[in-house]
């Protein structure tokens, strides 16, 4: 049944890019756990919390920390 909109949705993110559409991939287990609580109602338990937690701290770090990165990079590069 999800099948479909994966199939759908697919081709637009590759537009977007592999390597920020790969750091997007860590929210896969955030969306099967919304997905299983909102439509199998599933109780939400602490280590969903912990786990979702630590998935999106992962992504803002690797968004910010690669940023800094090419900064450092390129003001090397220019000495």
Request: charged share 10%; hydrophobic share 55%; aromatic share 16%.
């Amino acid at each position: 049944m999800l099948v479909f909109p994966a199939s759908i949705i697919a081709p637009f993110v590759w537009v977007i890019g592999i390597y920020k559409t790969a750091l997007f991939l860590n929210l896969t287990p955030i969306i099967t756990a919304l997905i299983s609580i909102t439509f199998l109602y599933k109780k939400l338990y602490s280590y969903y919390l912990i786990g979702g937690g630590i998935s999106f701290i992962s992504l803002i770090l690797a968004q910010n920390l690669k940023s800094l990165l090419f900064k450092m990079k390129e003001s090397n590069n220019g000495n």
